[in-house]
């Protein structure tokens, strides 16, 4: 698994992660433990579906394409 997630995307992950956890734990509804998906990507740092879209968030793990 190579890193695809950015800084601000790990951040924004962690965030609504956390968030929906909480809500889910103080009594929201089911769906929102959700939000262990997108705290765990952000802890692993890779998305499954940003691999199968070809996305990547991560500045430091793009690849540089050489001028001609």
Not at 9 to 26: E, H
């Amino acid at each position: 698994m190579k890193t695809n997630v950015g800084c601000t995307d790990k951040i924004l992950r962690t965030i609504v992660g956390v968030g929906l956890i909480s809500w889910a734990a103080l009594g929201g509804p089911v769906w929102a433990w959700i939000g262990v998906v997108p705290l765990l990507t952000a802890v692993i740092n890779f998305c499954p579906l940003y691999a199968i879209l070809g996305l990547n968030t991560c500045k430091t793990c793009k690849v540089e394409q050489p001028e001609e």
